[in-house]
């Protein structure tokens, strides 16, 4: 009996050190694409937009969580913690730049959303939770629920950036009622959660006072998040089921970036993960690049510079090389959440809630 038990521990001691073993070179994976991604902030600093930015800065604030929180010690973890610390070195210095040269390029804009250009404003998830299969809308709505422009200035009544020194945490009616509206797809569904999330990092409290519909009683931000995340969980898995297009790759992405971040863990699935790292640009650094295109938006450039103020969606932007600055953002920032997760898979005390 007790040779048994001896077997069995010697069993479940190799399939510890085998789930371990994989475990850390999926982490290898995550850390080495995303120093190819440094690489590629590193390069296209002066071009890359405030969108792209932001998913750079979402990162950093998962990395520096990663350092802080690392949960092992041994030679392995601990050598993997050590690269992460010096990729959060190279990321300040091009931040650094970039953010100099989104004042430089759109001085307006730069200003409306300042406060999203610091690390430190994103918050990272401290527990999980899933999404629900009955809060699934049980049709949508065949065209977006919002345009850019009044997206734009939800957000900076949020912010506070809405005039010089104005007053944060501002909700109207014509934004409640976009971002509470219920069968909204695509981008309009993740702009809806985004609104949600930048509210509580700013600190906002209280988003839903002034709706006075009895439909909405008891609904509270976290009920909407979690109704939001449980679509877009729909979304991703029917996007993934009828196989990732050009035209589905960023929004897939974005949903596992902003609803992770949210906290909602079963957004990190391996086969997931797989496919993001397979979509980078070896050479680049970059993801969602089109060489075929690179001299149509190098002319599309300089019609842009003729036109001044022709203004091109943010989440469109392709780059010279012929990257998207949206792409990118949007896969390194959810590649950061899969590192975190992971971390948070070994520490025991941060297990996600059943």
Known sequence: MQAAGHQLAAVLALFAAVCGGSQAEVIDDILGSLSRGAAFLESQHEHINLDGVVGFLMLQAELKEAVRTWPHSDPVSWAQRTSTVVLVKRLDRSFEKAVTALQQNDPKYYREFEPLLSSSFY??????????TSLVYSSILSTECYDEQLSDKCLTLLLGTWKMNGTPCIVTKPCRD?????????????????YFMIGKMRGCTNLLKGDTRESRANMTEGRYQNIYCSNMMKANQDIFRDGITEQTVDIFIENILICGLSGFSDFYKADWLQHILRLQDEEAGCFG?????????????????????????????????????????????????YLNYYLAEQDITKRPIS
């Open 289 to 337: 690049r089109d060489k075929s295109i690179m001299s149509q938006i190098i002319g599309d450039e300089l019609l842009e510079q003729l036109q001044p103020h022709r203004r091109v969606k943010r989440r469109e932007k392709i780059l010279p090389d012929g990257c998207s600055s949206h792409m990118t953002a949007v896969a390194v920032g959810a590649l950061g959440g």
């Open 178 to 194: 976009t971002m509470t509206r219920f069968g909204c797809p695509h981008y309009s569904l993740s702009h809806q959660l985004l």
């Open 123 to 132: 918050l990272i998830p401290q527990e999980w939770q899933s999404t629900d």
